[in-house]
């Protein structure tokens, strides 16, 4: 950023020095320094509107992708999630299938004895 900062005020300063000693009158050179004034403030507005479209337009880019991986992470975890349901409904039913047969069992055990 220092960089470009010293490159600007390097043009500036070479425009300044070459218009003011330019063999001109006075009324010339206050208009040749007014319009190279105007100039340079356009061109900065313009680079700076271009500067901030760029980071608004990585910016929406960057939201973009974000959505898209929660979007992923959401979907992946609604899948294990559902995994993880199945199997432990699966267990519950094995776990209360073993339990019914062992009360069977005693029951049967109660009944020869």
Known sequence: MRSSRDFLAGIITGIVIGILT?????????????????????????QWEKGVSQV???LE???????QYAD????????????????FNKNKENAKEEYNDKVDQLADNAKLN
């Open 72 to 87: 992923k992470a959401k979907d992946q975890y609604n899948q294990y999630k559902d995994q993880a349901q199945a199997a």
């Open 61 to 67: 880019q960057a939201k973009s992708q974000v959505n």
């Open 22 to 46: 330019a063999p001109r009158s006075g009324k010339e050179t206050r208009d040749k320094l007014t319009e190279e004034a105007n100039k340079r403030t356009d061109d900065l507005k313009d």
């Open 56 to 58: 608004k337009e990585g």
